[in-house]
């Protein structure tokens, strides 16, 4: 048997002789490559390998439905990060045209339009704000800005795991106030 090829080498012509039709890339379960990269280099994790082989910037590996896809650097399509997804939808698909923006005026924009589902407000880490926050106003502070407008009642802020939750002022949850939930629990039968 021939020498077993370096990783690098076994996933790159992975890419190149597995992709279909037009794709650029291939998908680590379906394609097979999982079970052929076990089957030639035995206990070694291709996960684990292709991960680092990403780090290094010799790979793409983007997440996908059932696995992730596999791509040569040169050939891997762009991926927006969470907070240009967010900036777009903050601005439409357009883009802001006009004066720019006030920091009030960007997070009532902002509320509606990342809020997922049936929530009233956004997570500000998770929705991808604070990024399109940053890039927008270049690198200011969303924390700074958003404590403020929440000091002068312009935006509700409510801390929550991983970050805060905003929400416009007349959409925001009653929180209890403690005081009362003590008095009904002393006052209960």
């Known amino acids: 048997m021939s020498e077993k090829m370096s ?6 012509k992975a890419i190149v002789k597995l992709r279909k039709d ?7 379960v379906y394609s097979g490559f999982n ?3 076990k089957k030639h280099f035995g206990d070694d994790d291709p996960i684990k390998v292709t991960n680092e082989l990403a780090a290094q910037g010799k790979i793409v590996v983007r997440p996908v439905r059932g696995g992730v896809m596999l791509y040569l650097p040169e050939e891997a399509p762009h991926a927006p990060s969470k907070g240009e997804e967010a900036l777009a939808a903050i601005l439409g698909p357009a883009g802001e045209t006009g004066p720019k923006l006030s920091f009030e005026e960007f997070i009532k924009k902002a509320i509606p339009a990342l809020r997922k589902d049936n929530y009233k407000g956004i997570h500000t ?4 704000f604070n990024q399109a926050f940053k890039k927008y106003f270049d690198n200011a502070d969303p924390i700074k800005v958003t404590n403020e407008l929440a000091a002068h009642g312009k935006i509700v802020v409510r801390p929550v795991r991983g ?6 002022p007349e959409e925001a949850p009653r ?3 403690k005081g009362d939930e003590a008095l ?3 006052l209960e039968p």
């Open 163 to 168: 970050g805060v939750m905003l929400y416009l």
């Open 35 to 37: 079970q052929a990269f």
């Open 175 to 177: 929180t209890p106030n």
């Open 184 to 186: 009904d629990k002393i």
């Open 7 to 12: 990783h690098e080498e076994f996933i790159k």
């Open 125 to 128: 880490v998770y929705s991808g």
């Open 22 to 28: 037009n794709y650029k890339g291939i998908h680590t």
